[in-house]
């Protein structure tokens, strides 16, 4: 049997954490280099050779542009190297699902790309990330892996990336999927995928953009007028997402605000800050008579990545985002 070769991307996040203190609450994200994690899974014995290369040692908060480009470069140079079986990238966990999307929107399909985090710091007692690392190589190994899509692989849960979000702030069970819950359940030793891959031969659906335009998320409030959306276009956003109430909803002036935004040239997605759920068109609002797109199955972090790499790639018109949004 060939032993498999997983690149291994490291970006920092709690994974790489260091706190000092078993029991300690503070700590700091991405201080343990990702050559020193790898010599700690050297001592499970899984059966595989692991590459290391540092893209970032940030907490994943900072995470941006210039990691993404280089984050985007060296797995599409693994998918074309024969001797990679696939790729695992170490991530924070508070951005983790805005990384995978964006990867997962603009790399083909057909090797595996798995993200994986930590909720606690590597020296933390109950520490979780030693596990989701046996775990996502686990993944990452799987010959039925590779036409799924970018992965986030946390306790033993398999996400696909249009799916994910992070949905409590500290718990260790902190992943949730929507629409989709977790595609597959994994141990170090068992992977049970629940369904047949979703990229099956897929190219990247949109090319990888010289740059990201500025887009931004505004949370509707009660009682807000139309001032923030005015301040979001006088700082020259390309687009607007509004995290809205219920399905998406905003005060009638935030609506007025940003229906003069869409006839300025600036594209408006209404997504929802309610946890989970759908945005459709036209419930309340009327988004056919304001130009207004419904983010359907995304929430607003997701959604604002989406329309990002839109209008990096020049569509900009209401219509063929909302096509891109309905099947995203
Ligand atoms: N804020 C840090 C990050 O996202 C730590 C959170 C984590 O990794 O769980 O990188």
């Keep these: 049997m060939t032993i498999p ?18 029991t ?8 343990v ?12 014995g899984l059966e595989v050779e692991l590459e290391p290369r540092t893209i970032a040692r940030i907490g994943s908060q900072d995470i941006g542009w210039k990691e993404w480009d280089a984050l985007h470069a060296a797995i599409a140079d693994a998918q074309s190297d024969d001797s990679i079986t696939g790729v695992i990238v170490t991530h924070g966990t508070d951005t983790a699902e805005e990384t995978a999307y964006l990867l997962d929107l603009t790399l083909a399909a057909g090797k595996p790309v798995v993200l994986v985090g930590a909720m606690r710091p590597a020296d933390a007692v109950g520490a979780d990330g030693m596990r989701n690392f046996a775990n996502a190589v686990r993944v990452a190994s799987d010959a039925d892996a590779g036409e799924r899509g970018v992965m986030v692989v946390m306790g033993d849960t398999v996400f ?4 994910v979000r992070k949905a409590a702030t500290s ?6 999927g929507f629409p989709r819950g977790p595609i597959a359940r994994v141990t170090p030793s068992s992977l049970d995928w629940f369904a047949p891959a979703h990229r099956v031969n897929t190219d990247a659906r949109y090319p990888w953009p010289e740059t990201l335009p500025r887009v931004a ?19 020259g956003c390309k687009g607007i997402v509004i995290a809205g109430m219920g399905q ?3 005060p009638r002036t935030v609506l007025g605000a940003l229906e003069a935004a869409v006839q300025s040239g600036v594209p408006v997605v209404r997504s929802a800050r309610v946890d989970e759920g759908m945005v459709d068109r036209n419930v309340e609002v009327d988004d056919d008579a304001r130009g207004f797109v419904a983010a359907r199955a995304l929430g607003p972090a997701k959604a604002r990545i989406l329309l990002m790499v839109l209008i990096a790639s020049g569509i900009t018109d209401a219509a063929s985002i909302q096509a891109a949004f309905d099947r995203p």
């Design 5 to 22: 070769k997983l690149l291994v991307l490291g970006t920092g996040g709690t994974i790489a954490g260091a706190a000092r203190s078993a």
């Design 24 to 31: 300690g609450k503070s700590y700091g994200a991405g201080e």
């Design 33 to 44: 280099a990702i050559e020193s994690i790898l010599a700690d899974i050297a001592k499970l």
């Design 160 to 163: 696909a990336a249009s799916d």
């Design 171 to 176: 718990n260790v069970d902190a992943f949730r």
């Design 217 to 235: 998320i505004l949370t509707a409030g009660a009682g807000m007028d139309e001032k923030p959306v005015e301040a979001l276009l006088g700082i």
């Design 248 to 250: 998406g909803n905003a």
